[in-house]
């Protein structure tokens, strides 16, 4: 009787209830997590992965900022361009390296970086370029600048612009002729009337942010979209009539890395240090990879990967095209001109 009787009491108090379970807030660009990698990571340490995406920068900010994030997520993937404004802003917290053993793993180039000397903050996730995803079959011999959407001229089929401030203006900047990491007003303004321009024009199909690009071309709404590397090919492999094309047009184009840091407040960072370090594990990356469609900042990982991914220009683009790539930087308290000339072309 007893026996009974304590379990009816337990239940109904819920006093028999085991200790919640550990859980780690992610919060990501969608389509960048495997969710086997996020199940393989609850099964072997009983936390259970919660993931939220975002699909711009804009947006993942104005949630950190002024939306409680940065209390409310474990872990979250950035550009590592934001990492000293993220430092600024006190939204993220110093990683303790000694919890992340697997740091090591990573290319040297991902180490020390300028961005965040000594990795106080932040450890690499993917890398990749800007460019643009295109439809072979309805574009024939499509002319490889960003011409096609900047120039009236030369432009060729409708087009998808990039919801993502300084990758969209960066490439305006780039077809002038400018840096893309310019603080120079009149180039800004340039950049922006050339933005706007595009977006104007009757071939345009709007602005969309992160994967809306890529599936508007896959779904045929749209002939070309500027994309990440990752997602374009991502589409190029599902498309089963292979007719989707990756580019970085002549004039160059933007290369950008993304890091794993942990907000201020996170409520687990314990666990945040456990998945960054899982991640950077050889095999969980070279998996991660597998599944993105990005290319790994993991030495370890690279050498798991295929041949043919690692020969695949559109992952790892070869030197004559990573010469005209140029790296994507913060511009400190001069990103206030982007914002300017953004939220113009934005708001006409
Ligand atoms: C993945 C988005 C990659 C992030 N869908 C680009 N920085």
Not at 282 to 290: C, E, I, K, P
Request: glycine fraction near 8%; aromatic fraction near 8%.
């Amino acid at each position: 009787m007893c026996p009974f009787l304590c379990f009816l009491i337990l239940s109904i108090t819920g006093c028999a209830k085991s200790p919640a379970t550990p859980e780690l807030n992610l919060y990501i660009w969608s389509e960048y997590l495997d969710p086997q990698i996020a199940a393989d990571f609850s099964a072997k340490t009983g936390v259970k992965v919660n993931v939220s995406v975002y699909e711009s920068s804009e947006e993942m900010l104005a949630k950190l900022q002024h939306a409680g994030g940065s209390s409310q997520y474990d872990l979250v993937v950035v550009s590592n361009m934001l990492v000293p404004t993220l430092v600024q802003l006190k939204l993220i917290q110093p990683l303790d390296h000694g919890r992340i053993p697997n740091r090591q793993n990573l290319d040297a180039l991902f180490l020390d970086p300028a961005y965040d000397p000594g990795n106080h903050y932040s450890l690499a996730y993917q890398w990749g370029t800007v460019g643009l995803l295109y439809n072979k079959a309805k574009l024939h011999g499509l002319e490889p600048s960003w011409g096609v959407l900047f120039d009236p001229g030369k432009q060729q089929g409708s087009f998808v612009l990039i919801d993502e401030m300084r990758d969209q203006l960066g490439a305006a900047l780039i077809f002038a002729g400018h840096s893309a990491n310019s603080t120079n007003p009149d180039e800004l303004r340039q950049a922006g009337q050339l933005v706007l321009g595009a977006k104007k024009s009757a071939k345009s199909r709007g602005f969309e942010g992160g994967v809306g690009g890529k599936n508007k071309v896959a779904a045929g709404l749209a002939d070309m979209a500027v994309v990440w590397n990752g997602d374009a090919l991502k589409a190029i492999e599902e498309n089963a009539k292979g007719e989707l094309a990756y580019l970085v047009p002549r004039e160059g184009s933007l290369i950008w890395a993304d890091v794993m840091v942990i907000p201020a407040q996170a409520p687990n960072s314990e666990a945040a240090h456990q998945f960054i370090d899982y991640l950077l594990d050889a095999q969980v990356g070279a998996q991660l990879s597998r599944f993105t469609r990005y290319a790994s900042p993991n030495k370890a990982a690279r050498q798991l990967l295929p041949k043919e991914d690692l020969e695949n220009p559109v992952l790892y683009p070869p030197p004559e095209i990573l010469s005209r790539l140029e790296y994507q930087r913060e511009v400190g308290e001069q990103v206030r001109l982007y914002d300017e000339v953004w939220t113009e072309v934005k708001s006409r």
